[in-house]
């Protein structure tokens, strides 16, 4: 919530299921809000909120008013805990990615992580995963979209890149340093570099951007060391 001197700081509350302006501030150093940012991946700040059991993910780009107070449609889909990250950069000052619990009240039904796959389906898109997560260091992944079986070859540019991957650490929901390889290929390939802080299960996001709307494709990915005992593709999440 607080790092550097700069802490998230959550205005609204919400009520499970409706849509509410949510606003919030991130306060500064000198104890008021910040109100001058710069740009990353084309946005002054990326708001990220994901179930603590990390089957809801969504990826919103709040607006920023000028005495500093941030807002943005904002619907919890169901009861539960969730975890917010505000990822951004306070002109003159460095990455930050700051993050706040949010709850939503009703009756909570935990669902378990979902297998760990290399394919993910959202409409008529499939994504293809290869590459493997490292613990401790930076890893490559690549990604592979294709429609109705057919490779994608023009996807659109979203956020300076041509899609854009949040990681999550199942269990403490860690949030991951990702860099997008920049490409002047629109697909069907996107390149990431992700750092995997430990060994264990993360949930990938995939954001891309094709025929105008912005898809999100999620995956369930494990991070071993690479000694041959344990391949990440087929580790077994129902024992
Ligand atoms: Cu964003």
Same mark, same amino acid.
């Not at 002047?184 to 697909?187: H, L, T």
């Given at each position: 919530m607080s790092q550097d001197g700069y802490t998230l700081n959550p205005i609204t509350s919400l009520t499970t299921g409706v849509p509410t302006d949510f606003q919030f501030t991130v306060i500064g150093p000198d104890g008021q809000p910040v109100t001058d940012y710069q740009v990353e991946h084309d946005k002054k700040l990326h708001f990220i909120v994901a179930s603590r059991d990390l089957t809801s993910f969504q990826h919103l780009h709040p607006d920023l008013t000028p005495d500093g107070t941030w807002s943005v449609k904002l619907t @919890?889909?169901?009861a539960g805990a969730y975890r917010a990250f505000a990822d951004f950069v306070p002109a003159g000052g460095k990455k930050l990615t700051l993050g706040a619990d949010l709850q939503a009240a009703g009756d909570y039904r935990p669902e378990p992580l979902p297998h760990v796959s290399r394919t993910a389906a959202v409409d008529d898109y499939t994504v293809n995963l290869a590459g493997d997560l490292v613990p401790g260091r930076s890893s490559k992944l690549t990604l592979t979209v294709s429609k109705d079986g057919e490779p994608v070859t023009d996807l659109e540019p979203y956020l300076g890149a041509y899609g854009h991957l949040v990681a999550l650490r199942a269990g403490d929901l860690a949030y991951l340093h990702v860099h997008p390889e920049e490409s002047?290929? !629109?697909?069907p390939e996107i390149t990431f570099y992700a750092e995997a802080p430990s060994r264990g299960d993360y949930r990938l996001f995939l954001d891309f951007k094709h025929e105008g709307k912005v898809r999100t494709a999620s995956f369930t990915a494990t991070a071993t @060391?690479?000694?041959?005992? !344990?391949?990440s593709a087929t580790h077994d999440h129902s024992h």
């Open positions: @919890l889909p169901k002047e290929q !629109a697909g @060391l690479s000694d041959g005992h !344990a391949p």
